[in-house]
T-cell receptor
Framework: GIQVEQSPPDLILQEGANSTLRCNFSDSVNNLQWFHQNPWGQLINLFYIPSGTKQNGRLSATTVATERYSLLYISSSQTTDSGVYFCALRMDSSYKLIFGSGTRLLVRP | DAGVTQSPTHLIKTRGQHVTLRCSPISGHKSVSWYQQVLGQGPQFIFQYYEKEERGRGNFPDRFSARQFPNYSSELNVNALLLGDSALYLC???????????FGSGTRLTVV
């Protein structure tokens, strides 16, 4: 099956710093989403981005489908950005989302 | 607009018991999926329903079952609970399988 690898697994930032999270995948996909899971377990949809670039405030994401990777950029990080960031994929022939193992982010004040 | 709503939020059950978890999708969404997330891991796919029909099933035992009702709400049932079924159960809805998914806040199930 498709492999989804996220890096880094853990990241500690000082408030105000910028960061880049990466998601590599092993097969072509037609649905890629980035989620933020807060400490209470809520999975919050950040981007639906099977290809191209999108921006939403301090967050932006780029997916290069032909090279099978996606990047999530966080600028001017805040303590409320702490949590786990997941990328999740869906292949053409499947209905299920396949999640990576996540990047655990801690932003210190 | 209400998001995806799940009930109950927390639940404690004894080994061997049965549990029913409920999910109401976003209004207009016809697809509902269920995921299990154990501590420290990403969510794992259990079921997907679209237009009241099962469209996908993950690698879970037959103790897990689900259904979707005419109003597109859904139930996840787990029989003969095991300690290993302790997890956060997440429901997601989408307009169709071609669109992105929105998740509910989950039901945290503890089996003792």
């Amino acid at each position: 099956g498709i492999q989804v690898e996220q890096s880094p697994p853990d990241l500690i930032l000082q408030e105000g710093a910028n960061s880049t999270l990466r998601c590599n995948f092993s097969d072509s996909v037609n649905n890629l989403q980035w989620f933020h899971q807060n400490p209470w377990g809520q999975l919050i949809n950040l981007f639906y981005i099977p290809s191209g670039t999108k921006q939403n405030g301090r967050l932006s994401a780029t997916t290069v489908a032909t090279e099978r990777y996606s990047l999530l950029y966080i600028s001017s990080s805040q303590t409320t950005d702490s949590g786990v960031y997941f990328c999740a994929l869906r292949m053409d022939s499947s209905y299920k989302l396949i999640f990576g193992s996540g990047t655990r982010l801690l932003v210190r004040p | 607009d209400a998001g995806v709503t799940q009930s109950p939020t927390h639940l404690i059950k004894t080994r061997g018991q049965h549990v029913t978890l409920r999910c109401s999708p976003i209004s207009g969404h016809k697809s509902v999926s269920w995921y299990q997330q154990v501590l420290g891991q990403g969510p794992q796919f259990i079921f997907q329903y679209y237009e009241k029909e099962e469209r996908g099933r993950g690698n879970f035992p037959d103790r897990f079952s689900a259904r979707q009702f005419p109003n597109y709400s859904s139930e996840l049932n787990v029989n003969a609970l095991l300690l290993g079924d302790s997890a956060l159960y997440l429901c997601a809805s989408s307009l169709s399988i071609l669109y992105g998914y929105t998740f509910g806040s989950g039901t945290r199930l503890t089996v003792v």
